[in-house]
């Protein structure tokens, strides 16, 4: 079985644009769960999605959004983006039956805005 | 809430001895806990889990960890390091619904 599999692997982006991560969840898990690793930081929670409804929302700008599409796989969304917003963008997928049964994260998308 | 707080930023052992990462938790209720490990450049891979289960939890590579409820911890050892074993391991604890809030990590240092 394919695991969590994200795209692109890095990007370079400048600041004010905006930019798309794309996020493919192990096949069976219907919630696509999405976090931002700083340098240096542990990663932190930014949305939760089950079933193509936000399931729960970190404390991140609106700039930030999500979406979760019929396939269940999701893409993650950042508007206006600032030199903060550089960071290692992590997908995880969780079990039907809860994260204490299965909680697997993707490589990530490394992010840098210059 | 729920949180947990890496005792040490960075530890440092010597190939073949014993290794210990430190994690304290704070919780509401009994928790769900996690240790994940971050090799340079690569994404997070589950070291091992208590839920509320054994309080003796063995994981992958060798690595076990200890659920204390009188002292709070949820430490990680191994009984003889390896080279292999330098990353960042990051102690976790399960929040609201299924959501994960991850320490500031541990970086673990081997020298031969």
């Known amino acids: 079985d394919a695991g969590v599999t994200q795209s692109p692997t890095h990007l370079i982006k400048t600041r004010g644009q905006q930019v798309t991560l794309r996020c493919s969840p192990i096949s069976g898990h219907k919630s696509v769960s999405w976090y931002q690793q700083v340098l240096g930081q542990g990663p932190q929670f930014i949305f939760q999605y089950y079933e193509k409804e936000e399931r729960g929302r970190g404390n991140f700008p609106d700039r930030f959004s999500a979406r979760q599409f019929p396939n269940y796989s999701s893409e993650l969304n950042v508007n206006a983006l600032l030199l903060g917003d550089s960071a290692l963008y992590l997908c995880?997928?969780?079990?039907?039956?809860?994260?204490?049964?299965?909680?697997?994260f993707g490589s990530g998308t490394r992010l840098t805005v210059v | 809430a729920q949180s947990v707080t890496q005792l040490d930023s960075h530890v440092s052992v010597s190939e073949g001895t014993p290794v210990l990462l430190r994690c304290n938790y704070s919780s509401s209720y009994s928790p769900s806990l996690f240790w994940y490990v971050q090799h340079p450049n690569k994404g997070l891979q589950l070291l091992l889990k208590y839920t509320s289960a054994a309080t003796l939890v063995k994981g992958i590579n060798g690595f076990e960890a200890e659920f204390k409820k009188s002292e709070t911890s949820f430490h990680l050892t191994k009984p003889s390091a390896h080279m292999s074993d330098a990353a960042e391991y990051f102690c976790v604890v399960r929040g609201g619904t299924d959501k994960l809030i991850f320490g500031t990590g541990t970086r673990l240092q081997v020298f031969p």
């Open positions: 995880a997928s969780s079990h039907p039956q809860g994260i204490d049964y299965g909680y697997t």
